[in-house]
């Protein structure tokens, strides 16, 4: 049986993390056989690159660069984790993917787009996501729930990977149009969830999804 490649994208503060365990558990429950894995991040070299990236202290990217960074990350995670899980019939669950190259690097810091999709084709080929839940909210509700989390998480590991974060509003505002664009373009691929909903109400829609999409 050939596996499932599942991805979660959204701004800051969408509950992706919280989405993702909650289908996991509901999955391995079913018997299923899942993995995750984060991008950028997923193999000990992405993680690295995640380090360069994520931390203010990991130097001043210009934009292209970033992608290329992120695509070195991206490369590892494909061939190492996942591609060999979807080929043992495992579902992968991953926390960002290609769609947050084009909405961080394209829509947010303005980068071309026909250009990062060149990158994309070139490093991927046609290799592509089954099923993206895009977790939609509005970038001020979002920038509140990350702070609320950074002030209760005693061991701060948040507050290192603030570099993103700290963007102005005006930025997540561009994050969100990018990722409705994305939604938008390819509705067979992409499903935008209403994350000011509660934690449950989310879950139980992305399991719906998820379950029609294995039935
Ligand atoms: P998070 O997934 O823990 O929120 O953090 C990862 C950060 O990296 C997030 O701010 C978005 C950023 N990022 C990009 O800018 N481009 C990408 O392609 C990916 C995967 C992440």
Redesign the pocket.
Known sequence: MAGLLITFEGG?GGG??TQINRLAASLNARGHKVITT???GGTPEGDKI?EL??RREGGDWTAEA?VML?YAA?VMNVERVIKPALAKGKIVLC????D??T???GY?HGLDLQWLRKVQDLVLGNFSPDLTFILDLDPEMGIGRTRRREAADALHVHQA?D???NLDLSFHQKLRTGYQAIAQAEPGRCILIDASQDAGAVEKAIIKYVDDRLA
Do not use: N
């Open positions: 800051e992706k993390t984060r991008e950028p995640r990236l994520v970033e992120i991206r926390d960002r993917f290609v947050s190259t909405a961080y690097q947010g990977e570099r993103y974060e």
